[in-house]
């Protein structure tokens, strides 16, 4: 099955710096990769996704690059905000008849006012 | 709109005991997941129903079972809740493999 990692566990920025996420994959066949925030006390929630037929996409101040060859995907925020502060995960899917989402393990991202 | 919907919110059960999570959605998705969540350990699948009608494990499959009662409904069921269980579960669908999953607000489960 698929192996996702996620990089690094916890990172702390100044508020108004830039955040960087990375995971990587390991099964070639994945085509869709979300990534997810989690705040304190609820569910994950989609915030951008890519497929595997594009390198990049945007989304105001977030964006996530994908790179196939090297089967790893990275999320950036730009501009950071205290309300950015949350557990942020990536994951990594294909749509098969064994249709399941593999989760990263989760980055807590602190913004320091 | 209320998109995915879990019961309870809340649970504390003896060791031993039973109980079953409840999720629906109101989407129409055609697939459906029980996750937990354990610090450091970010989302495991536990059990995934791909369509109405069939089920398959996940990762983490052993001390549970699941219910696709219909399209909409997807339950989980501790037959006999260990401390190892302890836990926040997430239900989740999606209308394929490959698009967006929405989650359920979870249920925080502790066995005493």
């Known amino acids: 099955g698929e192996n996702v990692e996620q990089h690094p566990s916890t990172l702390s920025v100044q508020e108004g710096d830039s955040a960087v996420i990375k995971c990587t994959y390991s099964d070639s066949a994945s085509n869709y990769f979300p990534w997810y925030k989690q705040e304190l006390g609820k569910g994950p929630q989609l915030i951008i996704d890519?497929?595997?037929?594009?390198g990049e996409k945007k989304d105001q101040r977030i964006a996530v690059t994908l790179n196939k060859t090297a089967k790893h995907f990275s999320l950036h925020i730009t501009e950071t905000q205290p309300e950015d502060s949350a557990v942020y995960f990536c994951a990594a899917s294909k749509k098969s008849a064994g249709n399941q989402f593999y989760f990263g393990t989760g980055t807590s991202l602190t913004v320091i006012p | 709109n209320a998109g995915v919907t879990q019961t309870p919110k809340f649970q504390v059960l003896k060791t031993g005991q039973s109980m079953t999570l409840q999720c629906a959605q109101d989407m129409n998705h055609n697939s459906m997941y029980w996750y937990r969540q354990d610090p450091g350990m970010g989302l495991r699948l536990i059990y995934y129903s791909a369509s109405e009608g069939t089920t398959d494990k996940g990762e983490v499959p052993n001390g549970y079972n699941v219910s696709r009662l219909n399209k909409r409904e997807f339950s989980l069921r501790l037959e006999s809740a260990a401390p190892s269980q302890t836990s926040v579960y997430f239900c989740?669908?999606?209308?394929?493999?490959?698009?967006?999953?929405?989650f359920g607000q979870g249920t925080r489960l502790t066995v005493v």
């Open positions: 890519i497929r595997s037929n594009v």
């Open positions: 989740a669908s999606s209308k394929t493999g490959d698009t967006e999953a929405f």
